[in-house]
């Protein structure tokens, strides 16, 4: 592992460790975007769709992208990664990647909740109710007309309409589908996000890919899991593993 953003970890070798604490069984490493974006693939919404875009918006926004079954890692393992490319320009927030202006740092959790921070700072609204200070208070706010909590939203759309443009247009994916804690309960603003989107890119891209809604819920990455696996093994016995 070359380096995790949210754990901080750096040139861990991972996978190495997980092997050795297991008699040296076959170990592969995946984020949860890749997970569960080969999880979809296999078993839900990206059944029968290549290629297939998956993204997970949580705490942060990662993406997985599936051609012919296997996940595309791209030359540096860091295909389809959407949410550390810049909003316009490198002049806006800090995201956890040490860079600034990134999709992730105005769509994410984390993102929208040092949003909210910076807006309300403040531990209770004028009315009395408490100020929003995760992603789920924030929509919750807009939900009621909030002013400042729709604007922050509208931004937050933007953003993550010009991620999933971004892949649309280099991707030209069948389908998209948007997983994730924010993602799952926050379907609306998927569903928002995913037809700005669809505007921003080629006609031809823009009229037939389609939206799927996570079949596999919270259980996509454990069953891309499984999938690398079954894989692994496979491969530890026959030959090389494709995934």
């Not at 823009?206 to 891309?224: D, F, K, T």
């Amino acid at each position: 592992m070359e380096y995790s953003t949210n754990l901080g970890w750096r040139h861990l070798p991972l996978a190495s460790l997980i092997s050795d604490c297991f008699g040296g069984a076959p170990t592969v490493i995946a984020d949860d975007a890749n997970s569960g974006a080969l999880g979809e693939a296999i078993a839900g919404a990206g059944r029968g769709a290549d290629p297939f875009a998956y993204l997970p918006l949580g705490t942060g926004l990662g993406s997985g992208v599936i051609v012919a079954g296997n996940i595309v890692a791209g030359a540096h393992g860091a295909a389809g990664e959407v949410g550390h490319m810049a909003v316009h320009d490198r002049q806006g927030p800090r995201c956890n990647c040490g860079r600034r202006n990134c999709v992730e740092a105005w769509c994410s959790g984390i993102g929208l909740a040092r949003r909210a921070r910076e807006i309300w700072p403040k531990a209770r609204l004028a009315g009395g109710s408490p100020a929003p200070r995760d992603a789920a208070a924030v929509f919750a706010l807009a939900r009621l007309g909030d002013a400042e909590a729709l604007a922050l939203v509208a931004c937050a759309r933007h953003a993550f309409a010009v991620g999933i443009a971004a892949l649309l247009a280099s991707l030209d994916p069948a389908v998209v589908s948007v997983g994730g804690s924010v993602g799952l309960s926050e379907p609306a603003f998927a569903r928002a996000s995913f037809r700005e989107a669809t505007r921003l890119v080629h006609w031809a891209t823009g009229r037939r890919v389609r939206l799927r809604r996570p079949q596999l819920g919270g259980r996509s990455v454990l069953a891309g899991a499984a999938v690398l696996a079954v894989r692994a093994r496979r491969a530890a016995v026959d030959g090389p593993m494709h995934a």
